[in-house]
């Protein structure tokens, strides 16, 4: 069969996939909710929530419950467990599954010589649980003592004055992560929704973090987005907004995952968002098109949006983090590359150089069926990043009466020249970035492409490291911008310092104003954790101390990163929520997070020193 048959049977594969098929894939798949004061009001479930449940469940959606309670007295007051997929007892303690009554601890059981010596010191009432030990104020200090009279690696939270002791490092984020990863979503498609100090990490967690017109304050500074109505009807009123919309009403106002691009002459950021957008990247070669892609890509990897990078001359790799599907002598598969993204935190790289050139297109548009339908289920891979694109989509691709790339969203194409891509592919563009020594002639060819108005000739030369960004319909000139470059050559990937084991005399130690806590952070990840739930007297001690820069500088070895948190430590009006909330941007932007295990088709996770002489800028 020729190249032209085959192309030509893909297209009528294509117009014939169900609706279904081709529809915009929902992005937000799970609710996940606190059980007290934001579903249930006074510990009861009303009728008119239970029906705003249901809804949510028949538009597609799953739900899970994050709660604080125990399983026997929260199966005691709540009647409609069976609606959730999953339950997050204990404040991320327990995982329970209603459809099967299987109980999962996600930590070890409290230690006997801690209950007992509680009760010996007359806290009461004191409720254990299988990991959580649960108490009420004023007992905080005499728990806080026993702490450390023992020696334990134990953390106190608070919830609108009940007090919570957990081990440390298990909050309802990591209790919200288990369950994620049971159900083979990511957290990126998942809405939180809560009304407690308890809630910041779950709220943290999740895409959109949801507080009800009754949370408390702080949690409603911490949250993207609160509801009108409190308690159950605050939650029936988010169901309503994800089945109208699936929260696209909410895009201007959710941009705490965007995507740096770069900065104007000001100085001020140019960020993209990370879903709902289709970019395209071209222009001459040796102009920065694979700088430019490669910085957008890291970010994207280092954020957890899965990429499935399509690879058509073997560029990508090396690319860390991700994992090789395909080699010079042996052809990808495409049930190797769904079985490789089906973990969230897997990145694949499909390298095509194995196939012959006229044999591309038509895998390629193959593979792009099966991955629609996956993200129809699982909204992954996040982002389709297509490198050398008029490989696989040329501009001789024209489909009859549907085009499937009209539906895709968050994805990258790059190439040389628009004109070479298919006209479906340009239809769908969001934003053009141009790069090289004549960015207005590549704007213009993209324009006739698609045949709106060219912007207005900007009239000026990109200097080394700088990009045009239009907005396709926009007639006005396009914004130059300066590209910042991925980190790949000054960022520490060392794994040592951020998932690692640190020597206990080198690990951080929270222990607060009065030495009560005895809270050890033998890596970075632990010490972000830790963070997030130690109260603000603590936070703040060792911030104003200067703790958290010496021990960047001295232990972490990281000047760059030490000297960032020493300039919040000197922001006396800063709130502690800010001041945390600044360190943790400044150590995630600098350190890549820990991915999710797969078996490698060929994987490469380069040294430090090997990822920094890949990643120096090339011609492309």
């Not at 104003?513 to 603590?538: C, H, M, S, V, Y």
Request: glycine share 8%; aromatic share 6%.
């Amino acid at each position: 069969m020729g190249f032209a048959s085959r192309r030509a049977s893909v297209i009528v594969a294509l117009v014939g996939i169900p609706k279904n098929h081709r529809r915009q894939s929902m992005w937000y798949l799970v609710l996940a909710t606190d059980y007290d004061g934001t579903v249930a009001t006074h510990g009861t479930i009303l009728p008119e929530t239970v029906k705003s449940l249901e809804r949510c469940l028949d538009s597609g959606r799953k739900l899970v419950m994050v709660t604080g309670r125990e399983l026997p007295d929260l199966q005691r007051v709540c009647p409609h467990l069976s609606l959730f997929e999953w339950v997050v007892a204990e404040n991320g303690g327990l995982l329970y599954r209603p459809a099967t009554r299987e109980e999962r601890p996600l930590a070890k059981a409290p230690r006997e010589d801690f209950v007992l010596r509680l009760r010996e010191r007359g806290v009461a009432p004191l409720s254990v649980g299988k990991v959580i030990v649960a108490t009420w104020e004023p007992h905080e200090n005499t728990v806080l003592q026993t702490i450390r009279d023992l020696g334990l690696e134990m953390q106190v939270i608070f919830n609108k004055g009940a007090v919570m002791i957990l081990p440390t490092g298990i909050n309802k984020a990591t209790g919200l992560a288990a369950a994620l990863a049971e159900m083979g979503i990511s957290p990126h498609n998942v809405v939180g929704v809560g009304d407690a100090e308890n809630d910041n990490a779950l709220l943290g967690a999740c895409e959109v973090g949801v507080a009800v017109a009754n949370a408390t304050p702080q949690l409603k500074d911490r949250a993207d987005y609160v509801t009108t109505a409190d308690h159950g009807a605050g939650v029936a009123e988010l169901i309503d907004r994800l089945r109208a919309d699936d929260l696209s009403s909410l895009d201007q106002q959710l941009s705490r995952h965007s995507i740096l691009l770069g900065t104007r002459a000001d100085g001020s950021e140019v960020r993209l968002p990370p879903y709902k957008l289709n970019l395209l990247v071209a222009g001459s070669s040796g102009g920065g098109k694979s700088t430019t892609a490669t910085a957008l890509l890291e970010r994207l990897v280092e954020q957890h949006y899965q990429v499935c990078v399509i690879d058509p001359e073997g560029d990508y790799q090396e690319f860390e983090g991700t994992v090789v599907c395909g080699t010079a002598h042996q052809p990808p598969a495409a049930d190797a590359v769904l079985q490789l993204l089906a973990p969230p935190k897997q990145h694949l790289v499909v390298n095509l150089i194995g196939l012959p050139i006229q044999d591309r297109p038509g895998f390629f548009l193959s593979l792009l069926t099966r991955l629609q339908d996956m993200r129809t289920q699982t909204a992954r891979p996040h982002w389709l990043v297509i490198d050398e694109a008029h490989h696989v989509l040329p501009s001789t691709w024209t489909p009859a009466t549907v085009s499937l790339p009209r539906h895709l969203k968050q994805a990258m194409f790059i190439t040389l020249t628009p004109d070479l891509l298919s006209p479906a592919v340009l239809q769908s563009i969001d934003r053009v970035i141009a790069v090289g020594d004549h960015p207005d002639e590549t704007l213009r060819k993209f324009a006739e492409a698609v045949e709106v108005k060219p912007p207005k000739r900007s009239q000026k030369s990109l200097e080394h490291g700088q990009l045009a960004l239009w907005t396709p319909g926009s007639t006005d000139p396009p914004e130059i911008i300066k590209l910042t470059p991925g980190t790949g050559v000054r960022r520490r990937h060392s794994r040592k310092y951020a998932e690692g084991a640190l020597e206990p005399d080198r690990s951080f130690y929270f222990r607060g104003p009065e030495g009560k806590l005895n809270l050890r952070a033998q890596n970075l990840i632990t010490f972000l954790q830790l963070a997030e739930g130690i109260d603000d007297e603590t936070w703040l001690f060792h911030l104003r101390a200067g703790d958290y820069s010496k021990w960047l500088r001295e232990t972490i070895k990281d000047p760059d990163l030490a000297d960032e948190a020493a300039m919040v430590e000197r922001q006396h009006a800063m709130s502690p929520l800010d001041s945390r909330g600044r360190i943790k941007a400044s150590i995630e932007n600098r350190y890549t997070l820990p991915a999710s295990p797969a078996t490698p088709v060929s994987s490469k996770m380069s040294s430090p020193e090997e990822r920094g002489k890949a990643e120096q800028p090339t011609a492309n």
